[in-house]
């Protein structure tokens, strides 16, 4: 059985070597050509230049949760890494329409890439030419990688380094929008708080320049020095005691009851200040988004095209298409000769 099977494939390789011989010519020509032809395609492509930028996202979100709130269940830290989740998020705003417009303003990409302003789906070619050559992708680091690809070596840098750097305003911008919509619902609710404490404290002063300052104490010492001039027959010291008596009386509880809210509502203004604070340092304050563990500089070698690599790949696909379309046309040939012959006999 081993004799046999060597037996044919020497028989196989001799078939091989002897319709390359036979075709040897056609076989040249067509490779030669292919070479020649993937050669100048090759030099004719324009050369370009990858810059790339690696980016870790951070977990803080809210900058004064982190840094100003004293919480021991508060697990926000200014100085960690994100994960997968703001890796998505980072890739998400990378890969914004607000992104893409201002680096395509700034760089005149339409220009750049040569695109007609006049052409009927100019904005259509310019983002396939802006996807074609800027990438973004997660690594299994959980960092962000940004490449930009571009004929100009300069450029291709200052875009990566321009887009990261997006990434911070276009974060910020979205955050701060929502931020300062909450720092008007706290300072409004702060001023109103506020305002009602004032108007409390108003009202104590009107009843404290009746002489009511301290409800409790006052009715206890005063109702004891009555009851001592009762006991003397102080006519004088009862008829003002009375007074005092009456007074405290008329006013004491609205005293308690304003002293009490007043108590409650500066517990609740202590709270909104808090947050007010908050939400104001969150409305205003600029805190990096990210981490940069490189920034991107000037290519010094092009990274496309791979010359070599194109006219090789070139050159075998052609020879090896123009084998399979000689076989096609061989058996073909060997089909309709048989086919005569038949009719013939």
Known sequence: MNKETSAADDFNSLNVMFFIYKWRKQLTIVGVSAFIISCIIALTIQEKYKSTVVLFPATTNSISKALLRDDANNKEDVLQFGEEEEAEQMLQILSSDEVRTRICEKYKLMEHYGI??????KRTKLFDNYLENISFKRTEYMSVKIEVMDHNADTAALIANDIAALHDSTKTR?????????????????????????????????????????????????????????????????KSLEEKLQIIGKYGSAYVSLRDNMYMQRKQLNLLKSKYDEAKVDAEQVLSQKFVVSNAYPAEKKSYPIRWLIVVVSTLATLLISVIAILIIENFRQFKKAAKNKIQL
């Open 116 to 121: 007609d302003p006049d052409d009927q789906y």
């Open 174 to 238: 979205i955050q701060h929008e929502r931020a300062k919509e909450a720092l008007k619902i706290v300072e409004r609710e702060y001023l109103s708080k506020l305002e009602e404490i004032r108007g409390m404290e108003d009202s104590l002063k009107t009843i404290n320049s009746y002489g009511v300052f301290d409800y409790e104490s006052q009715s206890e010492v005063t109702s004891e020095q009555y009851a001592i001039a009762i006991s003397k027959n102080d006519q004088r010291a009862i």
